[in-house]
């Protein structure tokens, strides 16, 4: 009997041990996706497209700290009104298991670029960007993540330029690719 226990006990550290190592390979994250989304509040923009890179290092098994970026086009409701956001932010995200429900935020700075003008009948200038935020949640695996989030650059005090809104965030969904670096 003693003899089935010590068995049993050394093949679950063999097989904890070779878990860990398939984890441990994905300390180390370089993921890249895409999202899409439709703009609230409504105002000047009405959807956006774009990329995301990112760099991820686990701190632990359940928690990643690292730096995010991309392009967000987004589709102003004039012809002349579309502009983009290019974040340079921290990232933070939260795995309660190594497959699953996961959540997390980007925050940091984004650039704001485009035509000078917040449309082409207007004298108004557009901002230059703003304080970056992006919550995020959704389910990850080894290789894919799937989310939802809202994606917003604050511009000012009330987020209103002259008498118009100007609208740079979305609710929206995306996917992202997660290409393993090593420890």
Excluded at 45 to 65: C, E, I, K, M
Excluded at 111 to 129: A, E
Aim: proline residues 4%.
């Amino acid at each position: 009997m003693k003899m089935i226990k010590n068995s049993i006990l050394g093949l679950s550290l063999i097989t904890a041990g070779l878990l860990s190592a398939q984890s441990a390979d994905m300390t180390n994250i370089l993921k890249i996706g895409i999202n899409g989304g439709v703009a609230v509040p409504t105002g000047n923009a009405s959807a956006s497209f774009g990329a995301d890179l990112s760099y991820q290092n686990l701190v632990t098994p359940g928690f990643g700290l690292g730096v995010a970026t991309g392009y967000n086009q987004f589709f102003g409701k004039d012809n002349n009104n579309d502009f983009a956001i290019i974040p340079v932010a921290a990232l933070f995200r939260f795995y309660p298991k190594q497959m699953g429900f996961y959540a997390g935020a980007d925050l940091g700075y984004g650039f704001i670029t485009g035509n000078d003008y917040v449309n082409s009948t207007s004298s108004v200038l557009r901002p230059d960007g703003g304080f970056y935020l992006k919550p995020e949640i959704g389910y990850h695996n080894r290789d894919w993540n799937f989310f939802v989030h809202y994606t917003k650059v604050f511009t000012g005090d009330k987020g209103e330029i002259g008498t118009q809104k100007y609208n740079a965030g979305t609710i929206g969904a995306g996917i992202g690719y997660n290409i393993p670096l090593g420890k």
